[in-house]
């Protein structure tokens, strides 16, 4: 039993005679007829009652085939429709990994850059640590991760999408504020406010604090970034955190950049995904989008050396 001959039998009956069922189908009556016989022989009894020769009334059998003869072509059109959606971009879905900085700062930029193309495609923002989105990939839980460092393993494919830096925050009438820039053995007296994640940032700033036998004195872990910020703002401590994360708050004035003389940590933020999986269409627009975006940036936007006093974020995808 084929759909092709299904279409030809439901099409008999809704127009009730060969001719215009032909025509409907696009074939010769003797095509129709000659699938509506095969068809009454694979299913082994008569789909229409001929004792009368100018009517076609259905039999048991054909009244039953008929409703579900309907719904199957239905679902095919519907098929048909949802596939051209799905091909057009019309319809899909796309699953992002990011941590907080990155889920809060970038991601909200990256989507509105691919909803002004694709406003129907559902995009779904899944916040995990760094170290777990890599996993989340190859488990089929994401289709992009955006990611603070460049995975090694082979299966897993990284676009650069924005350069960023590590900077030293502080109220605005902190004393150091007012200071073109300081050394880090300026801060060894100085109490700080850290995110409890461990991350390769971290790790820097206990590294340059270290080799420059300063003391590192963290007086209080946070959980969010976005608190850190708040206990910056209210003279609770300074703190490192990655400039995308307060280019708000410099605007405000609510916080301001220490230039630090003697520290510098840039990074790339990279969009990863499984290599050799195939991806949907939803996908592979928006790796299009992104990655043209990321290129215009990166080729024209450069992180400043050493930010002033209140300075701006740059370098980030608007």
């Excluded at 009334?57 to 095919?76: F, I, K, M, P, S």
């Excluded at 995975?151 to 650069?160: I, K, Q, S, V």
């Excluded at 390769?200 to 910020?229: C, D």
Aim: glycine residues 4%; contains cysteine.
């Amino acid at each position: 039993m084929e759909l092709m001959q299904l279409e030809m039998f439901v099409a008999m009956v809704e127009e009730g005679n060969f001719h215009k069922a032909a025509e409907k189908v696009f074939r010769t009556q003797p095509a129709v007829s000659m699938a509506l016989r095969k068809l009454e022989r694979e299913i082994g009894s008569p789909l229409f009652d001929r004792s009368s020769r100018n009517a076609y009334v259905l039999t048991d059998t054909g009244v039953v085939l008929y409703e579900h003869a309907r719904r199957l072509l239905n679902l095919r059109d519907e098929t048909i429709v949802a596939l051209e959606e799905l091909h057009s971009l019309q319809t899909g879905r796309i699953r992002l990994g990011a941590n907080e900085s990155a889920s809060l700062f970038l991601l909200p930029r990256l989507i509105l850059a691919f909803r002004e193309k694709y406003p129907k495609i559902k995009i779904e923002v899944i916040r995990q640590l760094s170290e777990r989105l890599p996993y989340e990939l190859r488990q089929r839980n994401l289709d992009f991760a955006i990611l603070s460092f460049q995975p090694e393993e082979g299966d897993l494919e990284a676009t650069p999408i924005m350069r960023d830096e590590l900077v030293l925050i502080a109220a605005p009438d902190h004393s150091f504020a007012g200071q073109e820039r300081v050394q880090i053995p300026d801060l060894g007296g100085e109490s700080f406010i850290v995110h409890q994640a461990r991350s390769s940032s971290r790790k820097k700033v206990l590294n340059a604090f270290r080799k420059s036998q300063t003391p590192f004195n963290v007086t209080i872990e946070i959980s969010t970034i976005e608190t850190v910020k708040k206990f910056v703002a209210m003279k609770l401590g300074l703190a490192f955190v990655p400039r995308m994360c307060v280019s708000d708050e410099l605007a405000r004035g609510e916080l301001v950049i220490i230039p630090v003389d003697d520290f510098h940590h840039e990074r790339t933020l990279w969009l990863v995904r499984r290599r050799t999986d195939p991806q949907s269409h939803a996908a592979q627009a928006f790796l299009r989008v992104i990655a043209q975006l990321a290129e215009e940036r990166l080729q024209t936007a450069e992180l400043p050396a050493s930010p002033g006093k209140g300075e701006m974020a740059s370098g980030t995808i608007n």
